[in-house]
DNA sequence: GGTGATTTGTTGGCGGTACAAACATATTAC
DNA sequence: GTAATATGTTTGTACCGCCAACAAATCACC
């Protein structure tokens, strides 16, 4: 008998079923607002025209989709109806930041349809933020409860989160520790709450909706104020690891002559790439990575110039082993990184690349986030129809209860 | 409409049955020379008695399953009886390496049956070496060809190999460039040839056989001759990357004021941590990693212990950064980095962790190597069979020309 | 503006796959 | 030797996607 952990490995009916909704349902998700034909549908799928019928009544008396009438025709043939993503089912998305807690309704599509925000200005204790977000989603919920569903809560943690329960392990900068957020939000709320780390959440939204569309193999690295992070995708699904750590890019070696990192190590990227130095030099106290970017490339300074290409470099040795281990398609960098990048493409691509291992870097695409602040609404809300997404059918049926 | 590569989404019920089989033949496969008894197989798989031995019949009139009654009973109950690979199916594993060519008959199951090395002292062309393996081949297939059939040709190649055509991109220590090995020993063989690099056939092989076995997050480090290449398993499958270069762990930063390398860059894992000043310093010109280790440990030399924690140390910065980043259940230590972790396996595990990211490696398990000199023939192997334990029964239909 | 070509939706019948239930068989326990 | 248990075997069923034929809607061309 051999180790196997998961005891159900054959494919039966019932499967193949599920395994189409969820396809259908998730191409049609992936494209948006301007949804796809169900012509297109039998082509990208390769299912019979009967079938793709089937399949998406079924969606769409799961109030999942809807058909629509083409504005537009395309050429000959009768006209195919277009499949959009229904707004009935929502996802509610959280972000607890150092100062601040984010709540938006997501809908399917990748359509954010209502936020609030809190203020937390000295910072505040798991159980306060449960408190808290609590409140800001009675607050964003109210107008949608009467006539819509809403199919769970996703959480993006700046810090390390055990996927399985949601626990927050650590947090350095919300001071979060073996914190149990998922848990104490779900009894709050009654409703299935995921969480992950929130790099990790934003390389799921660039890949689904931004500048990672289409690539299997993704590395998002972001620069924020409290550190950098990143998420990686591969075969196209987000990278979790054993427990969902996965991802940690901000503590790779960069420099072994480097100053103390809070995590205990020396040298890592984000102690020698961070954004302080840089809004010192050009004499903000504090801004937007829009802002940031403007003034840096307004800045005629040496100094200026000779911080960032030093930040460069450092995040090209990162890059560079980054391409090395895991050979992607596509780095995409967030934050004050695109910032950076932006300042002097040239020079960082140079930085990646390595003359004697050109091959893992020859088809490398280095660029920009493309999605702006609801970047982690999105990413977070992703999450949370990861389960819709994988069962349009029974989704509802799955047990929430976690602990 | 959006960007998708295979044009074919969506399950069929044929796709069921192929994959089942597939299922069945990869667990019996896997279980080796032990088998697995269809009583088992439908626990594992979750499918039906009938469904189980239907697909069992079909592999068996395929000649790739041979059934058979157990020696001995498990408890009450009608015996159930044993399921084991044929013999009849075997692939041809390659391995040209800087001094030798290697060449091995592997059945389904992971046994070597046969093999044949050939020395080539001064190195050879990749042409050279596709007329030495072709002879090896005829002096080790001779045996076999009466009524055996060979599924395929797996090469594991000491470089970078772009695994969608086999072209040996870079192999330093043999220095081949852009060599198209693959096409040309399949038209030397007439067979179907698939090639990867040695590292990651290396994971392949220990992951199905050996240390990772039912490790869904592995790394693979092993230390050669010619320096240190990995291999990585996400998901319980071998990662490739965007083009099957994936896994050059052997050239992450771990002293930017290291040597060069001849990557071109600085402080390499390859060139702090390397085989030869061990060997100097114990007075081994060449050694097996048996051997070497034999000598490390039986040393009383402190000059010999520095260097050994020296390259520990640096080790554990890589080991580190690679936890950081992929979060693995297991990472294994083959060839000569096996040696050293055994010498002072705590001191390694102590410069992996951490104390501000120890959840990263709170759960993850270094050990060796388990496979001895046969790993890159079975990885190779595994690399040939994954064509026929895909689609078992269409498998021979697949075209294998390429170019 | 009619007619044919083209594309796609719709409908009904078909084949294939796994399942379920009933029966048969081989082992253990007493 | 008999009962209990586990598993192989056989037969019929449900479900799902495919195919073919027909219907509908658009475009191109005269």
Redesign the interface.
Known sequence: ?????P???????D??RR??LS?ILG?VH??GASG?SRS?LT?????NRS?IAALVAELSSLELVIESDPETTTGVGRPSPVVRTSARMLAIAVNPEIDVIRVGVVSLGGRVIASARRQTPNGCSARRAVELTTELVAEVWADFAADHIAVGVGVAVPG?V?TADGVV??A?HLEWSEAPFSAMLSDALRLRVDAANDASLGALAERTFGAG??A??LVYFNGGASGIG?G?V??G?P???????????G???????GVL?????I?CLETEVTRGPLLRLVGLSDASSDDLEATLAASTSDAVGAEVHRQLGYLG?AL???A??????RIVLGGFLGAIYAIDPEYLERCVA???????TE??VITRSELGPDILMLGAAELSFGTLLNDPAGWNLTPYIRR
């Open positions: 008998m051999i180790a196997t952990e005891a159900e490995r054959g494919h039966t009916h499967r193949v395994q189409n396809t191409l992936q494209s796809l297109e082509v990208v799928t390769g299912l079938t390390l055990r392990r650590l350095p569309r289409g299997a193999e990143g990686i591969t075969r699904s990278l979790g690891g054993a427990a969902g750590y996965a991802g940690e890019l503590h790779t070696l960069v420099n072994s002559a990192c809070h995590c205990g190590a040298g040795i560079r082993n980054i090395n281990i895991l050979n992607p398609q390595v003359p004697g291992l050109a091959a893992t088809s490398l």
